[in-house]
């Protein structure tokens, strides 16, 4: 069987490398873990599992596990593989988002259905859930494996009801918030709270709560950098969520703001099946202009303080300290 190579890394923040420290000994850990878990005598999941090692991204969900497993000083050795398992069904929630939105690249690189074709990406997303699955049920603990499929039940209903949505500019802001909980959120939520279960069980509730808000906090700021990163920082198209016609809060929240003029521009782009540059550009602009790009970063902070508040009956220690690092770490992120 041909090896997998060793994970290219990318660069990190100093930021992020800081809230890592404290567990930066098994972070490092992980991807071997992580590969070790997918292995097969296959030569496309090979080719795959090869391609995914260059799009592994910042280990944000292990990084919040083994914190959280961490806030006793008494990691349980099972962290490890639970934070493989949780960036697993993170990077399977990815292939699968990445084939339904036909998207051709992430970070930079070709993504799994650009580079095989939709039906491998299709298998290839099924593939890591269920290697995912299987470390699971090894461990032998049902409420771990009730947390993590609680959590992949809700990223997939998520994924649905989106999908079922058909006019995108009727998506109101309660149905962003009720799909950022299932897609984001969810996985967040259950990291933590799997983290605290592996180390420090009393801590489990303020956990999951903690997660939870972080993961609200985590797809504001994600949604922002749309409208004011540039393709050099995010690796991405600036306005590729207008590109792909993907309605988010800072558009939802500037809306009820726009004069005539303004919406008819948005409704034009929209109706494009491929929105130009400057059609992106200038929705871009209307929406600064209107104010979207204030209240949802308004918004971000409001759940980044809410989760820093459950953990206030936590110990003050390096490890909670890194945790709440983590918050401002997710709204000053650049990509």
């Known amino acids: 069987m041909t090896a997998v190579p060793p994970p290219a890394r990318m660069p990190l923040a100093p930021a992020l490398l800081d809230i890592q420290a404290p567990i930066r000994t098994r972070l490092d850990g992980v991807p071997a ?36 497993s961490n ?31 036909h998207s051709p690249l992430r970070r930079g690189m070709p993504t799994i259905n650009a580079l095989f074709s939709h039906q491998v990406a299709v298998i290839a997303g099924d593939y890591l859930y269920t290697r995912a699955l299987a470390e699971l049920a090894a461990v032998g603990d049902l409420e771990l494996l009730r947390v993590f499929t609680d959590a ?16 995108a500019l009727e998506f109101t802001e309660a149905d962003y918030w009720l799909l950022v909980q299932a897609k984001t959120a969810s996985l967040l939520g259950a990291a933590a709270e799997i983290g605290a279960l592996c180390g420090a069980p009393r801590f489990r509730r303020e956990m999951a709560r903690f997660g939870t808000l972080l993961g ?25 969520d207008l590109k792909e ?24 782009l929209f109706a494009a099946p ?19 790009i204030d209240f949802a970063r308004r918004k971000g902070e409001e759940f980044a303080s809410e989760a820093e508040s459950a953990l206030v009956g936590v110990p003050a220690s390096e490890t909670r300290g890194a945790l709440i690092d983590a918050l401002g770490y997710v709204m000053d992120r650049r990509s």
């Not at 992949?152 to 006019?167: I, N, Y």
């Not at 797809?219 to 306005?239: I, M, N, W």
């Open 216 to 240: 609200m906090a985590f797809q504001v700021a994600d949604d922002l950098l749309d409208y004011t990163e540039t393709e050099s920082v995010t690796g991405k198209p600036s306005g590729n």
């Open 152 to 167: 992949t039940s809700a990223m997939t209903l998520g994924e649905l009801r989106q999908l079922a949505s058909f006019d």
């Open 71 to 101: 806030l006793e000083e008494r990691p349980q050795d099972r962290a490890l593989s639970m934070a493989a398992v949780a960036e697993l069904i993170h990077l399977a929630s990815v292939v699968h988002d990445d084939s339904v939105d």
């Open 274 to 292: 491929v929105p130009t540059d400057s059609e992106i550009a200038d929705v871009v602009g209307i929406v600064h202009e209107c104010g979207g």
């Open 245 to 268: 016609h993907k309605v988010t809060l800072p558009l939802i929240a500037a809306m009820p703001r726009m004069s005539r003029a303004q919406r008819a521009r948005v409704d034009t």
């Open 33 to 68: 873990e992580m590969w070790r878990i997918v292995r097969a005598d296959a030569p496309i999941i090979e080719s795959v599992n090869a391609h995914l090692t260059g799009m592994r991204g910042k280990m944000f969900r292990p990084t919040v596990l083994l914190l959280a």
